[in-house]
């Protein structure tokens, strides 16, 4: 479903099943923004962003339903640049893609 809301809005996408799959997509483009839950059916969040961001300059956003400030912290300490919480309020995520992206993007 936010794969669709997001093309909606004019992104362009891809999307992963799950870290193992995010991974082998992560090495074959480049990327302005990595949207990431933080339970992903064989990882962690945690682990796919630090190992984006060691190989890719991209912006990282969480969308998770880990809520305390701890967690919050400790997403934001391992490379994600906005931690949103579910349900997610897609005109925030949106307006933090295009703040992520930068000036002139989509």
Request: with cysteine; aromatic share 4%.
């Amino acid at each position: 479903m936010l794969e669709l809301l997001l093309k909606r809005c004019g992104c362009q996408t891809v999307t992963a099943k799950n870290a193992k799959d995010a991974r082998a997509r992560l090495g074959d483009m480049d990327f302005d923004v990595l949207v990431s839950d933080l339970n992903l059916p064989d990882g962690d969040g945690i682990d796919l962003v630090r190992e984006a961001k060691g190989r890719h300059n991209l912006k990282a956003i969480a969308v998770t339903g880990r809520t305390s400030a701890e967690e919050r912290e400790r997403g934001l300490r391992a490379g994600f640049d906005v931690y949103l919480t579910k349900p997610i309020d897609f005109h925030e995520l949106r307006c933090a893609i295009r703040v992520a992206e930068g000036p002139g993007k989509r």
